[in-house]
Every structure is written in structure tokens, then in C-alpha cells.
């Protein structure tokens, strides 16, 4: 090379980033951009919502275990998990999801006496 190249310099941002969105895209899916953590969730927990009113659970489990993943303290998808599981009459795996989220969300009391109920 007879230029040197400096870091920083040489740098086209709009380049990279078609780089990078071809990259996610390997399988040719096409992935959304996550604008904000939060934004993210609130929209997973919607879509699992309306999965399990479509009777479509392993796909709402999916969706709630990756709200789990990323907020490993959000009651709200340990209690949608748990009543699916309920609805499944899955106990185990109930209990062992009672297990997690007790461990995870410290303050919550219900999780505790949800498990002493099953036992």
C-alpha cells in the first residue's frame, strides 16, 4: 500500500453499515433494528400476548423467555410464562420457572407461595 491508513480515517459509515445488515441477513431473514431496549420488550410481550390468544404457546414461550433473557427481573413475563405452563399442565416445568424467578425478582412474594402450592 502506498498510503498509510490511520484508524478512523477512510471510514464510510453508510458502507458499514451495509456491511453489517448483510451479515444479519446470512439466512435471509430480515432483522429489525432495535431502536431501544425497553421499546423491544414492550413490543415482545405484545406479540406473546396475542400468541397465546391464538392458542400458539411454543411460540409465545419463545417470546417470553427472550423477555426473560434480557430482563431476567420482569415479573410480568415469569407470570405469563407460568400460566401458560399452568395451561399446558407442564408442573415441572412450572416449578422450575418458579425457581428462576424467585432467585431473579427478589421482592416478589408470590412466586414463593405459587411454588409452596404446587408442592
Known amino acids: 500500500m502506498s498510503e498509510e491508513r490511520k484508524v478512523g ?24 433494528k432495535r431502536d ?13 400476548q ?6 400458539k404457546y411454543d411460540e409465545a414461550i419463545k417470546l417470553y423467555n427472550e423477555v426473560i433473557f434480557t430482563l431476567p427481573d420482569s415479573s410480568k413475563a415469569y407470570e ?7 395451561k399446558q399442565g407442564d408442573v ?3 416449578k422450575d420457572l418458579l425457581k428462576k424467578a424467585i432467585s431473579n425478582c427478589k421482592k416478589n412474594e408470590e412466586f414463593k407461595k405459587r411454588l409452596n402450592q404446587i408442592k
Open 80 to 86: 405469563a410464562l407460568m400460566d401458560i405452563y399452568q
Open 92 to 94: 415441572e416445568a412450572e
Open 50 to 55: 396475542l400468541l397465546v390468544k391464538d392458542n
Open 9 to 32: 480515517e477512510n471510514f464510510d459509515a453508510g458502507e458499514a453499515d451495509s456491511i453489517f445488515d448483510k451479515l444479519r441477513n446470512v439466512e435471509g431473514k430480515i432483522k429489525p
Open 36 to 48: 431501544g431496549k425497553f421499546d423491544n420488550i414492550t413490543y415482545i410481550m405484545q406479540e406473546a
